[in-house]
C-alpha cells in the first residue's frame, strides 16, 4: 500500500469562528460542549431543521426536539482551499470546508470541515468520522476526518 504524501488538511485559526448563538441554537452549543452532535428535529412530523429555523418547512410546526446522532457521515461535497485570501488563514492552509451527509438524520447535510488527514484521502462518498475541537474559551466545534479506507 502506498503512502500518501499529500498536505495534512487543516483547521481555521480559532479566531475567524465567531459564535454567537440565539435561543434556537443555543442547545446545539450546548451538547456540543458535551461533545454529543445533535439534530434539530421537527417534534410534530419529525423532519429534521439543519440550520434551527422557527418554523417547520415541511409542516410550520414550532416544536423542536434535538435528537443525538451518531459520529460518522459522508462527504457530500468540498473544496481545498490552496490560497490565503485573508492574513489570518495562512498558516491554515490547506483548509477543506466540506458538506456531509448524516445518514442518521435521514442524510440532511451540515457545513463543517475536513482536518486532520491527507488531502489526497478526501473524495466525496467517503466515510467521515466526527473530531471534536475544544477551544480554549470553553466552545467545542464538530468537524470530520476520513474514516481509514481499507483499500
Known amino acids: 500500500m502506498a503512502i500518501d504524501t499529500s498536505p495534512i488538511a487543516l483547521a481555521p485559526p480559532d479566531e475567524l469562528v465567531i459564535l454567537d448563538t440565539d ?33 417547520c418547512a415541511s409542516c410550520t410546526s414550532q416544536d423542536i426536539q434535538w435528537q443525538e446522532i451518531g459520529e460518522g457521515g459522508e462527504i457530500y ?7 490565503a ?11 477543506v470546508p466540506a458538506v456531509v451527509s448524516l445518514p442518521e438524520a435521514d442524510g440532511v447535510r451540515m457545513i463543517s470541515n475536513i482536518v486532520g488527514c491527507p488531502i489526497g484521502r478526501i473524495r466525496i462518498g467517503a466515510k ?20 481509514d479506507d481499507p483499500r
Open 128 to 147: 467521515a468520522k466526527l473530531v471534536w475541537h475544544d477551544r480554549p474559551d470553553g466552545i467545542s466545534i464538530p468537524r470530520f476526518s476520513v474514516e
Open 23 to 55: 435561543a434556537l441554537t443555543a442547545p446545539y452549543w450546548e451538547a456540543c460542549k458535551a461533545h454529543r452532535l445533535t439534530v434539530a428535529q421537527c417534534g410534530n412530523c419529525g423532519a429534521y431543521r439543519i440550520p434551527p429555523r422557527p418554523f
Open 85 to 95: 485570501i485573508v492574513p489570518a488563514i495562512r498558516h491554515s492552509i490547506p483548509y
Open 77 to 83: 461535497t468540498f473544496c481545498i482551499v490552496n490560497v
